[in-house]
């Protein structure tokens, strides 16, 4: 069975654009949450998605917004990009969504702002 | 506020030998706590977990310990493999928040010497 896919796996933007990030859970899971990574540091939990609810956000400016669709993929949104937004993005599912479980990641989006 | 602390960022532990990984956490409304190993420009690989109601839980060469009332755990591998090689995060979540975000710690780099 596939894990976690994510698209693309490297992006290159320059500040001010805007970006869309893509994650496939794993089959019949339908919790979806994204993280950043920056360098040096754990994954900061950004967003969660279940039954195309939102079920959590972390600590990150309006900028960031991300959707879940139907078939339970999920996209991230960042606008007005900066520099501090260069960061290794994972997305991460979960049968339940509801904790007190594992969950599982993707290999992520390596985003570079210029 | 770093809640989930892994105050050693590197260690060094001959083949063979047993590997001891620790993480503090200061949030009493943590009652699940997980591992997860990353290998460079892969996504991070769960390798067990542990609810507060337990004080132990094994999965082969890994058993993680939990002392809730010094809020600390650990991940002891014996014996320690070169594929063992890897940072290792401990990660935190409170199943009465009502989502599943997990905290995680900065990352310990363990290297297993041949």
């Known amino acids: 069975d596939a894990g976690v896919t994510q698209s693309p796996t490297h992006l290159i933007k320059t500040r001010g654009q805007h970006v869309t990030l893509r994650c496939s859970p794993i089959?019949?899971?339908?919790?979806v949450s994204w993280y950043q990574q920056v360098l040096g540091q754990g994954p900061q939990f950004i967003f969660q998605?279940?039954?195309?609810?939102?079920?959590g956000r972390g600590n990150f400016p309006d900028r960031f917004s991300a959707r879940q669709f139907p078939n339970y993929s999920s996209e991230l949104n960042v606008n007005a990009l900066l520099l501090g937004d260069s960061a290794l993005y994972l997305c991460?599912?979960?049968?339940?969504?509801?904790?007190?479980?594992?969950?599982?990641f993707g290999d992520g989006t390596r985003l570079s702002i210029l | 506020d770093q809640q989930v602390k892994q105050n050693s960022p590197s260690l060094s532990v001959q083949e063979g030998r047993i590997s001891i990984l620790n993480c503090d956490y200061t949030?009493?409304?943590?009652?699940?706590f997980l591992w997860y190993k990353k290998y460079p420009a892969e996504g991070p690989t769960f390798l067990i977990s542990?609810?507060?109601?337990?004080d132990k839980n094994e999965d082969g060469r890994f058993t993680v310990f939990l002392n809730k009332s010094a809020k600390h755990l650990s991940l002891h591998i014996v014996p320690s493999q070169p594929g063992d090689s890897a940072v290792y995060f401990c990660?935190?979540?409170?199943?009465?928040?009502?989502?599943?975000?997990?905290?995680f710690g900065t990352g310990t780099r363990l290297t297993i010497i041949p």
């Open positions: 089959s019949g899971h339908k919790s």
């Open positions: 991460a599912s979960s049968f339940r969504g509801g904790g007190n479980q594992p969950q599982h």
């Open positions: 998605y279940y039954e195309k609810e939102e079920r």
């Open positions: 949030n009493s409304m943590f009652d699940y």
């Open positions: 542990i609810s507060s109601i337990k």
């Open positions: 990660a935190a979540g409170a199943s009465n928040f009502g989502n599943e975000k997990l905290t």
